[in-house]
């Protein structure tokens, strides 16, 4: 006999549908799986697209050559789902969500036919969208965004069937980084247009610049303080360059590099609570608030910030997973929380690793902490050890307290993973002083004596003190 796993009503089988078929849809899926039974618990899952849990991550690097096939970015694919008694459709989006009557209509993207499916749990899990600026010429052939597989195997195309070899990235910030040196490594001559004053504007500018040296030591032309306004197209209808308020960069194949945001459209329709970034808003459990049978992760979410208290939009496939265990745990019948981050990211150009956690300087502005600042110069192993490199390393810490707010670093082999000394330390509300002492490994090969992210803890122990 079964039976209800919340009400206990014999015969009465659940229902959990889950919008969204890449990584916390489809880990939320997964988890409530291995939880309830299929007798216990019946799981529908929609996808729009053609793929399923695939690395959005790893597509600079297929672009670029690194990764050699498309399918080794796909985790699991949707027959591996239906295996684990996941009903998974794909190509079919939904296009509405009729909270009251607990529903949720879906289109088949191909044909077009619409059914409703009733659901007792529901998982909103659509992700994010790439910015397109409204302007002239943003739709015209040969301007691409990079968000799924599909949009990585159509930049592809355009790039196998395309004759110049004149690339223009809007944008500098990870995806635009990322996909100028993929551009680079495909024998493309590369522009970026940016409309800060550096590059990585998850960076300070001061660290900024070390990533805008690296770019133009790889070939690459940085135009920053630059705003696109718009995208000129040749008698053939393809784009041929991309304008500013001064001047054009011509362009055979343009990629937006600009950002993303929540692909919140449905949820807005839905009446769901959305915050200021335009992300749902859940509790810790990841339930979306004042709805106790409707769950959201991944990037179409707002998380909390440990450090500054606010809530933020980061589009992360490492959130997005965690998310996904999290509510299938919950869907499930556990009980599971997601807490908060501390805002991790590392990323490389060449290789230039470039890491950040925590807080900028215009972020603890924001957030109305008074700090200090901290930069140092080190090596990534003993001095006299054969390989060594520069790595500069910038600290944040609140004035007086000294309570760590955030670690910027900017190097060569060996720079980018140290940042997660400074995550682990911000997820403990640690001081500078704290750190100070950590018990880190040494040996030549693979630091000095005194770990460069110490050497930064040190130099911010004295700015504390100092009278402001």
Not at 332 to 346: M, R, S
């Amino acid at each position: 006999m079964t039976m209800s796993a919340t009400t206990g009503v014999p015969g009465k089988r659940e229902r959990l549908v889950v919008i969204g078929g890449d990584a916390a849809g489809m880990s939320a899926a997964s988890q409530a799986r291995r939880l309830r039974s299929a007798e216990e618990l019946e799981i529908v899952a929609f996808e729009r697209g053609h793929f399923t849990s695939f690395s959005a991550c790893g597509i600079p690097y297929w672009v670029g050559g690194d990764v050699p096939e498309r399918d080794q970015l796909i985790a699991r694919s949707p027959e591996e789902h239906r295996a684990r008694d996941i009903d998974l459709r794909m190509r079919t989006e939904v296009v509405e969500i009729d909270v009251a009557g607990r529903r949720a209509r879906a289109r088949d993207v191909d044909s077009g036919a619409e059914s409703w499916t009733s659901y007792d749990k529901l998982v909103i899990a659509t992700g994010a969208r790439p910015i397109r600026p409204d302007m002239p010429g943003v739709d015209a052939p040969g301007v691409h965004g990079v968000q799924t597989l599909d949009d990585g195997q159509a930049l592809l195309d355009t790039l196998a069937r395309t004759r110049g070899r004149r690339a223009v990235v809007v944008g500098a910030g990870y995806i635009g980084v990322e996909m100028a040196e993929a551009l680079i490594n495909r024998g493309y001559e590369v522009t970026v247009v940016n409309r800060g004053s550096e590059p990585m504007s998850t960076l300070d500018p001061d660290m900024g610049r070390l990533v805008h040296a690296a770019m133009e030591g790889l070939g690459i032309t940085m135009v920053n303080d630059t705003e696109v306004t718009k995208i000129l197209t040749g008698e053939d209808g393809n784009v041929r360059a991309v304008a500013t308020q001064d001047a054009e960069y011509p362009a055979d194949v343009v990629v937006l590099g600009i950002g993303v945001r929540p692909e919140t459209a449905l949820a807005r329709a839905a009446g769901l609570p959305l915050g200021d970034h335009g992300g749902l808003l859940t509790d810790l459990a990841m339930r979306v608030r004042g709805h106790e049978d409707i769950w959201a992760g991944g990037d179409c979410v707002e998380v909390l910030d440990l450090v500054s208290g606010q809530e933020r939009h980061i589009a992360l496939g490492t959130h997005a997973n965690k998310h996904g265990q999290v509510i299938g745990t919950n869907a499930g019948g556990g009980y599971a929380t997601f807490p908060g981050v501390v805002g991790t990211a590392v990323s490389k150009v060449c290789d230039l690793e470039i890491a950040r956690t925590g807080l900028r300087e215009k972020d603890a502005r924001r957030a109305g902490l008074q700090y200090v600042t901290a930069t140092i110069e080190s090596t990534s192993r003993a001095g006299y050890y054969p390989g060594a490199s520069l790595m500069k390393v910038k600290m944040l810490a609140e004035r007086r307290t000294g309570r760590l707010l955030g670690v910027q670093i900017v190097g060569r082999e060996g720079a980018a993973k140290r940042v997660d000394i400074a995550a682990v330390a911000l997820t403990a509300g640690m001081t500078v002083e704290q750190m100070t002492s950590l018990d880190l490994g040494y040996a030549p090969p693979f630091s000095p004596v005194w770990d460069p992210v110490l050497v930064a803890a040190r130099k911010a122990v004295k700015a504390v003190g100092q009278p402001a």
